[in-house]
């Protein structure tokens, strides 16, 4: 259980990146004061979590109702999650980690940004959906694990939150250059962590289709 509960809490940490997040989050919020900072950062947060929760408990069944077997999306999700770790090695803003050029001036135009592009696509986002699933999928029917899950990946945006509150001093410690070398490093491990994702699906794939032959 132990090595299980370490696999996801990284990958979250991995995935959701809280330091990564510092510098959209600085750049979305710099009209805002401090104090509506800080209830835009608990709000995207909050929304964050709520909608992986609810992927986190009905994630399986959408699979199930759209006849996709896990093993299919392990090797789906593993395809993105290494596209998204060359995205974060090479210290590149992509669709699948940021925003578009026209989702990011639609945001410009909105009125709260918690929501929009913060929770989703940001915090919540493609990276973070897939893993969820994957991991509920390996915890498949044992409850225990499950919760493990979900209270791991709620540790992980507690952490996140913590250091949207204290964005603006951590960017200053940090600056662009400590921010890409932490999102490197998390990048390598996502990629290891992607092509595990992959070699799972194409064995359970493959054992499938040798023991439909036997």
Partial sequence: MLEFATTVF???????????????????????????????????????????????????????????????????GGLLLLLLSVDMVFARQSGIRSTTEAETEEAAESVDVAIFPLAIPLIAGPGAITSIILLMGRAENDFILQVLV????LSVLGLCLVALLFAVPLMERLGVTGINVIGRIFGIVLAALAVQYIVDGTTDVLTSLLGGHA
Wanted: aromatic share 6%; net charge positive.
């Fill in 10 to 76: 990284v990958t979250f940490v991995v995935i959701v990146d809280p330091v990564g997040m510092l510098p959209t989050f600085v750049a979305l919020t710099h009209r805002q004061g401090k104090e509506r900072r800080r209830r835009t950062a608990a709000k995207s947060i909050a929304i964050a979590a709520i909608t992986l929760v609810i992927l986190a408990l009905a994630g399986g069944m959408i699979l199930r109702f759209l006849g996709i077997g896990l093993p299919a999306f392990r090797i789906a």
């Fill in 150 to 153: 979900i209270a791991l990946m």
